[in-house]
């Protein structure tokens, strides 16, 4: 009985190699990359190794020079479709089977490489010359085997970091979000004067609390909003809608912020009712972020377009400002969970960097997208506008996320 490593990233291919060598008595060890295998090969040691030459980061030409390195009483059979047969063997393979296998003749073809060695090279000019490029060639293969792992390890520790950022995210706005309902209620029923009469200057300082409270909350709800969006875990009630209503409540609810700056709003919007179908209330907090961030990052006392357009099967929000805009690299990135141009403590705009992802999110849950550009020529609302334009496109019927 010999044990044969069988590297190949197909699980059929595997599936069925495995059968034929075990049925034949053989003990066979599996890999799934370059880089497995070359571990398993040389911590293993294996009688003979089955080597597809299509396999995920080194491939089997890497793989088989840096196997004839190390493991050079271990012949070496390319098993492949793809690769090719001179290649294979100038690098170090002992032979070469080429698929679609042969079922009834394999195993004896595999069996006839068993303890074979690779032949020496006759002493010429011409093989010098070819060892000294396979060594060479092997020795590239292994600084390139470990990058491979260095870039893996990175992955790897990468994708578990984004994993307990969007846990902390979640949780500490979960954490937030419970002592906020007492406060808001309690602060409800100061407001409404339950708990006895105010003065007016009280009713000024509670106006201010439930303003800081307002602001506090609604970043508290993008937080989830996005976390739950990247983890798919956000739900979506679909039922019919008109977006332009859904636009006109948000523009009524930006009123006070906006003015607050002067910044006023030009509008184009449908007189009719825009027939839609999606969540109106996640679309509604999306439009809010949009004009939100239009509010923001626009000149004090300048203007807002807003327009809405439409076709039979879709519809699209334009938002643009007349502020500096953002530069082209960042334009892709602004919709990207807490990015922010400049995220230092000094920055001149608050917020955490989660809006705009927001409103990706959402408009890809109903069939559309969001793109962004500085210093468009297109007229939204009947004139250009120097800044940032954001538009929001929606499926007017897409299928419920």
Same mark, same amino acid.
């Given at each position: 009985? =010999?044990?044969?490593?069988?590297?190949?990233?197909?699980?059929?291919?595997?599936?069925?190699?495995?059968?034929?060598?075990?049925?034949?008595?053989?003990?066979?060890?599996?890999?799934?990359?370059?880089?497995?295998?070359?571990?398993?090969?040389?911590?293993?040691?294996?009688?003979?190794?089955?080597?597809?030459?299509?396999?995920?980061? $080194?491939?089997?030409?890497?793989?088989?020079? $840096?196997?004839?390195?190390?493991?050079?009483?271990?012949?070496?059979?390319?098993?492949?479709?793809?690769?090719?047969?001179?290649?294979?063997?100038?690098?170090?393979?002992?032979?070469?089977?080429?698929?679609?296998?042969?079922?009834?003749?394999?195993?004896?073809?595999?069996?006839?490489?068993?303890?074979?060695?690779?032949?020496?090279?006759?002493?010429? *000019?011409? +093989?010098?010359?070819?060892?000294?490029?396979?060594?060479?060639?092997? #020795?590239?293969?292994?600084?390139?085997?470990?990058? *491979?792992?260095?870039?893996?390890?990175?992955?790897? #520790?990468?994708?578990?970091?984004?994993?307990?950022?969007?846990?902390?995210?979640?949780?500490?706005?979960?954490?937030?979000?419970?002592?906020?309902?007492? /406060?808001?209620?309690?602060?409800? /029923?100061?407001?409404?004067?339950?708990?006895?009469? $105010?003065?007016?200057?009280?009713?000024?300082?509670?106006?201010?609390?439930?303003? =800081?409270?307002?602001?506090?909350?609604?970043?508290?709800?993008?937080? &989830?909003?996005?976390?739950? %969006?990247?983890?798919?875990?956000?739900?979506?009630?679909?039922?019919?809608?008109?977006?332009?209503?859904?636009?006109? #409540?948000?523009?009524?609810?930006?009123?006070?912020?906006?003015?607050?700056?002067?910044?006023?709003?030009?509008? +184009?919007?449908?007189? +009719?009712?825009?027939?839609?179908?999606?969540?109106?209330? #996640?679309?509604?907090?999306?439009?809010?972020?949009?004009?939100?961030?239009?509010?923001?990052?626009?000149?004090?006392?300048?203007?807002?377009?807003?327009?809405?357009?439409?076709?039979?099967?879709?519809?699209?929000? %334009?938002?643009?400002?007349?502020?500096?805009?953002?530069?082209?690299?960042? &334009? =892709?990135?602004?919709?990207?969970?807490?990015?922010?141009?400049?995220?230092?403590?000094?920055?001149?705009?608050?917020?955490?960097?989660?809006? $705009?992802?927001?409103?990706?999110?959402? =408009?890809?849950?109903?069939?559309?997208?969001?793109?962004?550009?500085?210093?468009?020529? /297109?007229?939204?609302?009947?004139?250009?506008?120097?800044?940032?334009?954001?538009?929001?496109?929606?499926?007017?019927?897409?299928?419920?996320?």
């Amino acid at each position: 009985m =010999a044990t044969i490593l069988h590297i190949e990233d197909d699980p059929q291919s595997r599936l069925l190699v495995r059968k034929l060598l075990q049925h034949a008595g053989h003990e066979v060890l599996e890999a799934v990359s370059g880089v497995e295998g070359t571990r398993v090969a040389t911590h293993a040691r294996p009688d003979l190794v089955l080597l597809d030459i299509n396999v995920p980061d $080194l491939d089997g030409y890497e793989v088989a020079m $840096l196997l004839r390195e190390r493991l050079p009483e271990v012949p070496i059979v390319a098993v492949t479709a793809e690769g090719d047969r001179a290649t294979a063997l100038g690098l170090g393979c002992s032979g070469f089977i080429a698929k679609p296998i042969e079922v009834r003749t394999f195993v004896a073809t595999v069996e006839s490489f068993l303890g074979s060695r690779v032949a020496a090279p006759a002493p010429t *000019v011409e +093989a010098g010359s070819e060892a000294v490029l396979r060594a060479q060639g092997a #020795r590239v293969a292994a600084r390139l085997e470990a990058k *491979v792992h260095e870039l893996s390890d990175a992955h790897e #520790r990468l994708v578990e970091a984004d994993r307990l950022r969007r846990e902390f995210y979640r949780n500490v706005s979960h954490e937030l979000a419970t002592p906020l309902t007492p /406060m808001v209620g309690y602060l409800g /029923m100061l407001q409404g004067g339950e708990l006895g009469p $105010l003065t007016e200057a009280q009713r000024k300082a509670l106006r201010s609390v439930d303003a =800081a409270l307002g602001r506090l909350r609604g970043t508290i709800d993008s937080l &989830l909003d996005v976390t739950q %969006l990247e983890t798919g875990k956000l739900r979506f009630t679909f039922a019919a809608y008109d977006l332009g209503a859904v636009v006109r #409540r948000a523009l009524a609810g930006r009123a006070a912020s906006a003015s607050a700056r002067g910044v006023s709003f030009v509008t +184009a919007l449908p007189e +009719a009712a825009i027939e839609c179908r999606g969540d109106a209330d #996640r679309i509604g907090r999306a439009v809010a972020h949009v004009l939100d961030n239009a509010v923001k990052f626009g000149p004090s006392g300048g203007v807002v377009g807003v327009e809405v357009r439409f076709s039979v099967t879709h519809a699209e929000l %334009l938002v643009a400002d007349g502020g500096e805009g953002v530069a082209h690299p960042w &334009l =892709a990135r602004i919709f990207e969970p807490f990015v922010q141009i400049d995220g230092s403590p000094t920055r001149r705009h608050g917020g955490a960097g989660v809006g $705009l992802a927001v409103v990706r999110g959402v =408009a890809e849950a109903h069939g559309g997208g969001v793109v962004a550009e500085t210093g468009s020529r /297109m007229l939204v609302a009947g004139r250009q506008h120097p800044g940032l334009l954001v538009r929001m496109q929606l499926a007017r019927r897409p299928e419920e996320p």
